[in-house]
């Protein structure tokens, strides 16, 4: 189990890589974001997006999964996010796009009224095949301490 | 068609409700955000989430579909998002909550560089059905200046 003790200021870690279909950016924006750029190339082609384009709630979705897969599969014993600053959506993710997810550790505090926990910031970066930054966004993570 | 100039700052809009399934909330979490007390009651119930508790990427996503429905069905302009701050999740929001959805017009302002769009930044913020506000941020969103 990794506890709040064990993360590292400064420390960059490269969660992983997630491929984005086009029969998932239409799935997902039908459901959620049905705005017709992330829908049909005609009226993404009328737009900045030039063709179909995955709805940046989406593109955040699929970077949570990549980093949750990560902090599941090493256990970390996080205890959710209460939130999110300065999300930019820098360029569009195109179905066929290949985005990769990394995170950097900004500081971390340890809780003044619940000594079992504390906080970190990381700053999360996903890029494309590229190497080209799509998203960015800073997020604030509790996470339980080490017992004992 | 709702242009850029149709905008009112100060304006308060309830964009409509969402209905919280406990069936939406794992898929979403298998998913996109696979961490246990997102998909297990008896993992929830070990930390402050107390029971199974939706993703706050998830709670984001039925937030813009909320919003996302009602632009589409008045036919706004939209050009999509640069961006989101200082998103905050809340309050947990849970299976069978039913969540509501209001945004506040915070500013407009003309593309320098553009002259066919504007940008206006909006309040969102997110209550359940007993009236707790469960999340809010601020968003940047891009829209078409009427033509002519």
Redesign the interface.
Known sequence: MIYFEDLEVGKQTVFGHYAVTRQEVIE?AT???????HLSDEAAAK???GRI?A????T???T??VI??A??AEEQA?????????????KPVYPGDRITVSGTIIEKTPSRSKPDIGSFRTQTVVSNQDGVEVMR?TSIVLMRRRPG
């Open positions: 997902f459901k959620y974001d049905p705005q017709p750029f737009t900045h997006f384009a709805s940046g709630w989406h955040a979705a699929m949570m999964a949750a897969r902090v599941v996080g205890l959710g996010s209460p939130g999110i600053d300065e999300l930019r959506w820098l966004f």
